[in-house]
């Protein structure tokens, strides 16, 4: 499986973001796919996931300004981000799990200035 990530940017404090992933099979038959996250100097940390069901999950520290979701017809995933903030700069990566191999995006760059 190859993940195409996009749509990361500088943004503004406040403001919202849609980040993308085509996914080089259909996402329906993928397993698992997340958004994950890594800011300088610190671990990659999830930011959501959405089962092959549609099933979507946070980590508590995720929920409210993230959502995920995904186009089947496109194969892609999707995660918006709104009301940014500063520590939201990390480098976003999508991740796909599907026959039991583990699949990551090259990631896409998000910068939020105050």
């Known amino acids: 499986v190859q993940l195409q990530a996009s749509g990361g940017g500088l943004v503004q404090a406040g403001g919202s973001l849609t980040l993308s992933c085509v996914a080089s099979?259909?996402?329906?038959?993928?397993?698992?796919m997340g958004w994950y996250r890594q800011a300088p100097g610190l671990e990659r940390t999830l930011v959501a996931s959405i089962l092959s069901s549609g099933r979507t999950r946070y980590p508590d520290s995720m929920k409210g300004r993230f959502t995920i979701s995904r186009d089947d017809a496109k194969n892609t995933m999707f995660l918006q981000i709104n009301n940014l903030e500063p520590e939201d700069t990390a480098v976003y990566y999508c991740?796909?799990?599907?026959?039991?191999?583990?699949?990551w995006g090259q990631g896409t760059l998000v910068t939020v200035s105050s």
């Open positions: 991740n796909s799990i599907s026959g039991g191999n583990n699949y």
């Open positions: 099979v259909p996402v329906t038959s993928i397993a698992y």
